[in-house]
């Protein structure tokens, strides 16, 4: 395996990056688009067999002299691109239907004789921005886990949030516009705060490198420490929709496309987990920095959950227990960073992997609830209550898995107990949504297997695979002991309890609108702005009032004298 890695392994990684781009370039040819669409989902495939080999053997490398970028990928972002690059394989094939049917195209008789109809299938997917769209943001969600230096970095990181933009405001109604507008004030706010913070990781490091892992080493003797490291938790934090940094999580996933919710729940967040893994100094011990995180882990995953449960639309309540589930992981890593863990990376990346999927998963959920009735859309829903119980830890399941992984981390003190308490409330908020998604009006049976069957073949990796990343970790027997699974059952009793309590009062929860501090902001601002005319009209009455100049000369001869005293 090393042996073979060695060999084609940075071929792999420079065609991880690339193809999606290589795609862009066929789909901007005249006449070409509608081949260019038959490839999209195929443009994840190299990153999928790059992070196999990166999770099975030695880490991966690849050098590109002649535009000085360096790639690399370790266990840890392996297990997250493998995850990243399966959900945009079959999102892909929910978002643009009839790429199957263009490729059969292309195997039947050959090109020449298929280009009339090849060019015919131009335009039939919807938007042209979409796809370009699409195919940015996907090329960014990848390259982000293989980045080995910091320009690298963060060309693709801005590739991860801009361009999805157009993924939010697909449908250009103002709903969906003012959801793309708040997102792209955050991720330009987020892009801003990461660029300070790496152009102080670069000054400190004393060689002048611009490898990550040379910048983040010197990090803790770096006379720029905390500011830096305060500027990467706030960036990456608005990324992972840390709260309060996360009203454009709730508004942009309400409003976009059920493909591209489910990518950027899925894989397009994780651009802020793998930041957080590659520039926190967790092989340094910083007590002070690592406890502030996790406290601002740990807020952030209850306040999702208290929030999440007042939400009518099931794509809003999938967007809070995201605001919760990136706050058990930015608590994860806080303690890593406490602690001098840096070995603990590889499990915060199995339990973020996890989420992946899991996340993915259900926002298609919802898509093929919508379209199903009868006995297919009960088992949907039973579908969709493992995949949420899940995210709790339900025994058997991947998310049992994943709090195996990261159990170590929280320990059995403080910590564990507001770890075991997020699964008890996550429990709760799961089963709600579930409830809530049973009240979904289906569109009676107008399913096809173009959005169902990519749902299936999701669901049932989110269930499955983890169990085979799990070797990389550990030994799935662990969560069948009976220590462990009681460990993992007390708190989903508490939180079914807790669900039944609050779906008893459903509808006398308060009715908290998607993006609360952004809308509470916007609520405050225009109040604000109503209040321009009466200081107008001050001004003018002032500036007219004899006694203004006086009162002016008055407070500057003040000042004076205050300053000529204090000398």
């Given at each position: 395996?090393?042996?073979?890695?060695?060999?084609?392994?940075?071929?792999?990684?420079?065609?991880a990056?690339?193809?999606?781009l290589?795609?862009?370039?066929?789909?901007?040819?005249?006449?070409l688009?509608?081949?260019?669409r038959?490839?999209?989902?195929?443009?994840?495939?190299p990153?999928?067999?790059?992070?196999?080999?990166a999770?099975?053997?030695?880490?991966?490398g690849?050098?590109?002299?002649?535009?000085?970028m360096s790639?690399?990928?370790?266990?840890?972002?392996?297990?997250l691109?493998?995850?990243?690059?399966?959900?945009?394989?079959i999102?892909?094939?929910?978002?643009?239907?009839?790429?199957?049917?263009?490729?059969?195209?292309?195997?039947?008789?050959?090109?020449?004789?298929?280009?009339?109809?090849?060019?015919?299938?131009?335009?039939?997917?919807?938007?042209?921005?979409f796809?370009?769209?699409?195919?940015l943001t996907?090329?960014?969600?990848?390259g982000?886990?293989i980045?080995?230096?910091?320009?690298?970095?963060?060309?693709?990181?801005?590739?991860?949030?801009?361009?999805?933009?157009?993924?939010?405001?697909?449908?250009?109604?103002s709903t969906?516009?003012?959801?793309?507008a708040?997102?792209?004030a955050f991720?330009?706010?987020?892009?801003?705060?990461?660029?300070?913070?790496?152009?102080?990781?670069?000054?400190?490091e004393?060689?002048?490198?611009?490898?990550i892992?040379?910048?983040?080493?010197a990090?803790?003797?770096?006379?720029?420490?905390?500011?830096?490291?305060?500027?990467?938790?706030?960036?990456?934090?608005?990324?992972?929709?840390l709260a309060?940094?996360?009203?454009w999580?709730?508004?942009?996933?309400?409003?976009?496309p059920?493909?591209?919710?489910?990518?950027l729940?899925?894989?397009?967040?994780?651009?802020?987990?793998?930041?957080?893994?590659?520039?926190?100094?967790?092989?340094?011990?910083?007590?002070?920095?690592g406890?502030?995180?996790?406290?601002?882990?740990?807020?952030?995953?209850?306040?999702?959950?208290?929030?999440?449960?007042?939400?009518?639309n099931?794509?809003?309540?999938?967007?809070?227990?995201?605001v919760?589930?990136?706050?058990v992981i930015?608590?994860?890593?806080?303690?890593?960073?406490?602690?001098?863990?840096?070995?603990k990376?590889?499990e915060?990346?199995?339990?973020?992997?996890?989420?992946?999927?899991?996340?993915?998963?259900?926002?298609?959920?919802?898509?093929?609830?919508?379209?199903?009735?009868?006995?297919?859309?009960?088992?949907?829903?039973?579908?969709?209550?493992?995949?949420?119980?899940?995210?709790?830890?339900?025994?058997?399941?991947?998310?049992?898995?994943?709090?195996l992984?990261v159990?170590d981390?929280?320990?059995?003190?403080?910590a564990?107990?507001?770890?075991?308490l997020s699964?008890?409330?996550?429990?709760?908020?799961m089963?709600?949504?579930?409830?809530?998604?049973?009240?979904l009006?289906g569109?009676?049976?107008?399913?096809?297997?173009?959005?169902?069957g990519p749902?299936a073949?999701?669901?049932?990796?989110?269930?499955?695979?983890?169990?085979?990343?799990?070797?990389?970790?550990?030994?799935?027997?662990?969560?069948l002991?009976?220590?462990?699974?009681?460990?993992a059952?007390?708190?989903?009793?508490?939180?079914?309890?807790?669900?039944?309590?609050?779906?008893?009062?459903r509808?006398?929860?308060?009715?908290?609108?998607?993006?609360d501090?952004?809308?509470a902001?916007?609520g405050?601002?225009?109040?604000?702005?109503?209040l321009?005319p009466?200081?107008?009209r001050?001004?003018?009455?002032?500036?007219?009032?004899?006694?203004?100049?006086?009162?002016?000369?008055a407070?500057?001869?003040?000042?004076?004298?205050?300053?000529?005293?204090?000398r």
């Amino acid at each position: 395996m090393n042996a073979l890695a060695s060999q084609i392994g940075p071929g792999l990684l420079v065609a991880a990056l690339a193809a999606p781009l290589a795609v862009l370039v066929i789909f901007l040819a005249p006449g070409l688009r509608g081949f260019a669409r038959a490839l999209i989902p195929l443009a994840g495939a190299p990153a999928l067999v790059a992070a196999a080999l990166a999770i099975g053997g030695a880490p991966l490398g690849a050098g590109l002299a002649a535009l000085r970028m360096s790639l690399s990928l370790d266990r840890p972002g392996g297990l997250l691109l493998l995850a990243a690059a399966l959900v945009w394989l079959i999102a892909s094939l929910i978002a643009f239907p009839r790429a199957p049917a263009a490729v059969a195209a292309i195997a039947d008789r050959g090109w020449r004789d298929q280009r009339s109809r090849l060019q015919a299938l131009d335009g039939v997917y919807g938007s042209d921005r979409f796809a370009v769209a699409w195919l940015l943001t996907m090329a960014g969600s990848l390259g982000v886990f293989i980045a080995a230096d910091l320009l690298t970095f963060y060309l693709v990181y801005a590739l991860v949030s801009i361009p999805a933009y157009y993924l939010v405001a697909r449908d250009e109604d103002s709903t969906s516009k003012r959801a793309g507008a708040v997102y792209l004030a955050f991720a330009l706010l987020g892009e801003a705060a990461l660029l300070i913070a790496l152009i102080m990781l670069a000054a400190g490091e004393p060689n002048g490198s611009l490898q990550i892992r040379d910048a983040v080493a010197a990090l803790p003797a770096s006379p720029w420490r905390s500011a830096a490291l305060a500027l990467v938790i706030i960036g990456f934090g608005m990324k992972i929709a840390l709260a309060p940094l996360h009203g454009w999580m709730p508004l942009a996933y309400t409003a976009a496309p059920i493909p591209a919710a489910a990518v950027l729940s899925g894989a397009g967040v994780k651009a802020g987990v793998i930041g957080l893994i590659r520039f926190l100094p967790l092989g340094a011990a910083l007590p002070n920095w690592g406890e502030a995180l996790v406290w601002a882990g740990f807020v952030s995953a209850f306040y999702g959950v208290a929030i999440g449960v007042t939400q009518r639309n099931p794509k809003a309540v999938l967007a809070y227990s995201s605001v919760s589930q990136m706050g058990v992981i930015a608590a994860a890593l806080g303690m890593g960073l406490a602690s001098s863990q840096h070995g603990k990376a590889t499990e915060v990346a199995f339990y973020a992997a996890n989420h992946v999927l899991v996340k993915a998963a259900l926002f298609l959920t919802v898509g093929a609830v919508a379209a199903l009735d009868g006995r297919a859309r009960t088992l949907v829903l039973i579908a969709a209550a493992l995949l949420g119980l899940s995210l709790a830890g339900l025994p058997l399941t991947g998310g049992s898995l994943a709090k195996l992984a990261v159990k170590d981390l929280f320990g059995y003190g403080a910590a564990g107990l507001a770890s075991q308490l997020s699964a008890a409330a996550t429990t709760a908020l799961m089963l709600i949504f579930v409830m809530r998604l049973a009240r979904l009006r289906g569109e009676g049976g107008a399913a096809s297997p173009g959005r169902v069957g990519p749902w299936a073949a999701l669901t049932v990796a989110a269930l499955l695979l983890p169990w085979l990343q799990f070797a990389a970790i550990g030994d799935p027997a662990e969560t069948l002991e009976p220590a462990k699974l009681i460990d993992a059952i007390w708190p989903m009793l508490i939180g079914a309890a807790l669900a039944a309590g609050l779906w008893a009062f459903r509808d006398r929860l308060p009715r908290i609108p998607p993006g609360d501090i952004v809308v509470a902001e916007e609520g405050a601002f225009r109040r604000l702005t109503a209040l321009g005319p009466a200081f107008d009209r001050a001004d003018l009455t002032l500036r007219r009032w004899p006694a203004a100049g006086v009162a002016l000369i008055a407070i500057v001869l003040a000042l004076a004298a205050a300053g000529w005293a204090s000398r």
